[in-house]
């Protein structure tokens, strides 16, 4: 089926870097990347990658169906949505994650490191050597 360009919105001229004037009418796949990929209707498995002139930016894609009175398909509605600060956003509270679960077990691991030279034969002597070493921790405001 070749998909022709019948309806398209400012936003989506402004994403695909194209003119109305050129696009309608035309068929999708010379306008919209990858789009021999997409299903006929439902969520498109990947997001859609469209580069830009200084970087990319990222799409969810939704493809329903628009159907006659029968019952037979007579085109589709394409929604894009931007979701490339949203992917991100993502990317960075991943990095965050690991960076605090990181910091916490180093600082689970000293605690239980003094607390294992707590007891034991040396637990007087180990609690003083604890003391000492607390004494020189930065301050906590």
């Not at 990947?46 to 930016?57: A, F, P, S």
Request: aromatic share 6%.
């Amino acid at each position: 089926m070749e998909d022709h360009i019948i309806d398209i919105n400012e936003q989506a001229l402004e994403i695909l870097q194209q003119d109305g004037s050129e696009i309608l009418g035309s068929t999708a796949a010379q306008f919209i990347p990858n789009y021999g990929e997409f299903p006929s209707t439902g969520t498109l498995q990947e997001y859609l990658r469209i580069e830009t002139e200084t970087d990319h930016q990222e799409f969810e894609v939704e493809i329903a169906q628009i159907t006659s009175r029968r019952g037979k398909q007579i085109g589709r509605v394409i929604t894009i949505n931007e979701v490339t600060d949203y992917l991100r956003q993502q990317q960075r509270l991943e990095v965050l994650n690991r960076v605090v679960r990181h910091t916490t077990r180093t600082e689970a691991n000293l605690i239980l490191g003094y607390a294992d030279g707590l007891g034991g034969k040396n637990g007087k002597k180990s609690r003083e050597t604890c003391r000492k070493k607390r004494s020189t921790w930065p301050k906590r405001t």
